[in-house]
């Protein structure tokens, strides 16, 4: 992944920021077109496998258990839901899923069991998959990308200095060792942040210097304009000018030329002339469907109108890296086994029963 070597330092950064904007939407459109086709865009897909009672206190997210949201928590769907849903998105035309956790962290448990049988599904419905199920390890990273997975999402949110105003609960640092471990099992990385939090320009740039100082650049970095969720310490945020979602979106285009730059959380707020200008300056995908992980997004119809007035096509999967091969998973096919030979035992003590005379009690209904 290539950075723009013209951009590295902060002032040179903050410049390329404040520069006329339609300046800059020339700039970013230029870069854009010589490293990717910009008549294509993306279609991904959003789908929380596990919804509320976070422990983290994220002061944007209304999946936090601490505050008083319109959440309704649920427990972590099942592996025939998620299939079922990712085939209606990708009969919608998504060509990637990404399904998300509200976890601080992944846990050895069963639960990440049907975790990367979910991934493994999905792959095998040609989708690229994406996660973003909080922090990870080195060994957990491995398993998911041995299952098939393509990109492992974990967001820096902001710089190093505005983070701690937002976030009490994880180190920046933890976010960075997370990136890490998905880098060292070989998985993309997708990774970005949210504006419109209270944030200066300064905390903006800051975000991307903190990728530019990274030995690879994310693949994938999504820019999210804060949906002030009712609840949330950052309920009342007014709400972002479209004209820095479109700074933003062209500074990073032009930052990390060969990245795919997604135009993510906050599109309802925005104009289809705001969306087109950021489609010009270089964002490269968008997520569809009318729900993000919990709240509102415009409808599959919406933006398919849009992507006929427009000209653009939805990117297909694996233009960018090869599709992952799923391999068999040694715990899942433990616990398979354990549960087949568990099913037999039962049928043999049940037939035993019988055949020594032994005759089930009958129960009468009593109304
Ligand atoms: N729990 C995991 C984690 O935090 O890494 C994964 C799920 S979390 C909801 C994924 C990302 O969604 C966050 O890192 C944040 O960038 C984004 N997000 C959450 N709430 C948001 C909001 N209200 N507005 C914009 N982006 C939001
Ligand atoms: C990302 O940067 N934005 C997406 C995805 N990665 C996981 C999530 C947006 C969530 C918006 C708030 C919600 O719907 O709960
Ligand atoms: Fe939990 Fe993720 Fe929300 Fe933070 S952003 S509260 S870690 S679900």
Redesign the pocket.
């Known amino acids: 992944m290539k950075v723009n070597t013209n951009y590295l330092r902060r002032d040179d950064l903050l410049a390329l920021y404040n520069k006329p904007l339609l300046e800059l939407v020339f700039e970013a459109a230029s870069v854009h077109r010589q490293y990717h086709n910009p008549q294509e865009v993306q279609m991904a897909s959003?789908l929380s496998i596990k919804t509320g009672g976070c422990p983290e206190d994220c002061g944007y997210c209304?999946?936090a258990a601490r505050y008083h949201t319109d959440v309704n928590v649920q427990k972590l769907m099942n592996v025939d839901t998620v299939i079922e849903q990712a085939k209606n998105a990708k009969a919608n035309g998504s060509s990637r899923l990404?399904m998300?956790a509200a976890w601080r962290e992944v846990r050895d448990n069963k639960d990440f069991d049907s975790v990367v049988e979910m991934v493994q599904e999905v792959n095998n419905l040609g989708m690229e998959v994406c996660c973003?199920l909080g922090m990870l390890n080195e060994e957990q990273a491995f398993r998911l990308k041995k299952a098939g997975l393509f990109a492992y999402?974990h967001?820096l949110d902001s710089s190093p200095e505005f983070y701690g105003d937002i976030i009490s609960t994880r180190e920046y640092q933890e976010r960075l060792s997370t990136i890490e471990n998905a880098r060292k099992a070989g998985i993309t990385v997708c990774s970005?942040g949210i504006i419109g939090m209270g944030e200066t320009v300064d905390d903006r740039i800051g975000l991307l210097l903190s990728y530019l100082q990274m030995e690879k650049p994310p693949e994938s970095i999504?820019i999210?304009a804060l949906?002030a969720v009712e609840g949330t310490p950052l309920e009342n945020q007014k709400p972002i000018e479209q004209w820095e979602m479109i700074r933003m979106v062209a500074v990073t285009r032009i930052v990390f030329p060969e990245s795919v730059v997604r135009l993510?959380?906050g599109r309802t707020k925005m104009s289809m002339e705001g969306q087109a200008l950021c489609f010009l300056a270089g964002a490269g995908s968008i997520?569809t469907g009318d729900k993000?992980?919990?709240?509102p997004n415009p409808e599959y119809n919406e933006d398919r109108e849009m992507f006929d007035i427009l000209g653009l096509v939805p990117k297909i999967a694996f233009q960018d890296a090869p599709q992952p091969i799923s391999e068999p998973d040694e715990i899942l096919l433990k616990n398979k086994e354990e549960l087949r030979l568990r099913d037999a035992a039962l049928k043999l003590a049940n037939e035993e029963a019988i055949a020594s005379g032994f005759e089930p009690r009958k129960f009468t209904s009593v109304n």
């Open positions: 959003l209304p999946q990404c998300g973003t999402n967001n970005g999504p999210n949906v993510s959380a997520f993000l992980l919990t709240t």
